[in-house]
């Protein structure tokens, strides 16, 4: 409807430079510049080469979005930009890029949490978010359990990681094994070919007595490494694609589980999936596999929306332009470590 | 002309409106930790006290460094986007000259001397001039005691040499730069035709960046399945 807010999002938490635009829930343009390929060669995101690459990238990013949108930016309704969580000095250019357009333009600004854009985005792809529902969140910066009532203002954190983020593993895991940087997508493809019952990794937090819906990968990772050490200790070859099949297995077999679990001791009917992991493509058949049997509809959106992008920040923003939430103040900060229970910062 | 000037690469966030024949509004904050909360509202804050609308700017001026990256990188996206949303150029201005120009215009200075911004880490920003035009050595980085004799005995203004006075012989005002001076420096040289500089930080040092004692390939690994 063209009566609709049009947003411009802004996302910089981490390596991607993400604009997009949308109207209502309707995506319109998705444009993201990354620095990964700058970061490979140190095995993981290097801070100040991200900052740096952010601040190149921010005018193109939203010129390429505009022209791909077939919109000018008078046109542009809001701004909204990721405040927080993240990288601090990446936020930041985020953030003061947003403000610029935003004093230049005289539209309102909505600083607004990544990890509830995560969840947020899947409003572009299957309508709107049923309320409540259950999100699972899982990327190389989080991994988190969600009840979300309300995405623009009441979000509940069940569980989340205790030490490393499920993608973290994926990194490490690669690594050991020699398949570079970023981990996620080449063990997806190695473990394609190998048998994901070929070796028992441990799954973390399982126990009767660990917190149910709580995270560890750190132990699994450490299995990981021992056992392919060991291997070579002993000079036989690394079976590559088993190793990777079952790291990953007893990763997507942990978070699904517990992320089942969730919906039903709430009573929730919806469970959402979002974060780059959710692009792996064993966790999305294993996660549709058992929401199936347990009668719950699996929202997950399409791989490019599970990555970080702009479009997410736009599409948060443009749910709290619907609600008729407040515009942040041009004061609020980037909040590197901004709690996931707060959806807007106001200022 | 309606010039918009600010600079964030050191601990003052400075704002001034400058129309060609003088400063209608200036606004400056000293507080280095919050450049990207303190610069839009003085943006706002000098427009308004002039009574001028965004829409009548024709020109943004930013502080391009050297300074501390992650205050210097809120200039100057704030300034990009400003530039690309009203369609207006921006144009590029080394803090240390917009320093050196506020010491002249103060009269702090009158022969060469030394202009000096905190680097931390026991570094100092700094570059030499002849007069508060006429930068004749640097921007460049370095310990303040490190420096050639020749530099620290001049005159020095400047934070960065205020912190070092074993270092620095003779050390004056102003501390900090401020965007009146650093619209009027900018004003002056477009009216004589003189070039700016990009609006592109002056970093000087490369990303920290630390390459992991990482883990060697285990085992020869080829392309994955399918890529
Ligand atoms: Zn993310």
Redesign the interface.
Known sequence: MADEPLVLGIETSCDETGIGIVRGTTLLADAVASSVDEHA????V?P??A??A??EA??PT??RALADAGVT?RDIDAIAVTSGPGL??AL??G????????????KPLYGVNHLASHVCVDQLEHGRLPEPCMALLVSGGHSSLLLVPDITSDVRPLGSTIDDAAGEAFDKVA?????GFPGGP?ID??A??GDRAAIAFPRGLTGPRDAPFDFSFSGLKTSVARW??AR?RAGE??P??DVAASFQEAVVDVLTRKAIRACKENGVEHLMMGGGVSANTRLRALAQERCDAAGIVLRVPRPGLCTDNGAMVAALGAEMVARDRAPS??????DSSMPVTVSQAVS | MLLLAFDTATPAVTVALHDDSRVLAGSTRIDAR?Q??????G??DVLRAAGRA?AELTDIAVGVGPGP??GL??????????G???GIPVHGVCTLDALAYAAGRDATVAGPFVAATDARRKEVYWARYDDAHTRVEGPSVDRAGDLAATVTALPAVGAGAALYPDSFADVRGPEHPDAAALAAFAVERLAAGLALLPPE?L?LRR??????A??????P?GP????
């Not at chain 1, 103040?329 to 980037?334: D, V």
């Open positions: 060669r140190f095995g993981g290097v100040e080469v900052s740096r952010h601040l921010m005018v939203v010129r930016m601090a000095g930041l250019v953030v003061a890029a947003a403000k610029g357009y935003s004093v230049a333009l005289d690594r050991v094994l020699g398949l080449v493809r190695w394609r070919e392919v050490e070579q070859s690394v590559v694609a103040t041009l004061s609020i900060p980037a | 919050r990207g909360e303190l610069l839009a509202p943006i706002v965004r990256y992650t990188r809120v200039g100057i996206v704030t300034a990009l986007a400003l690309d949303a009203l930080p970093y990303p920290d960046a630390q390459v992991p990482g883990y060697k390939a285990v085992t690994v994955p399945p399918g890529a």
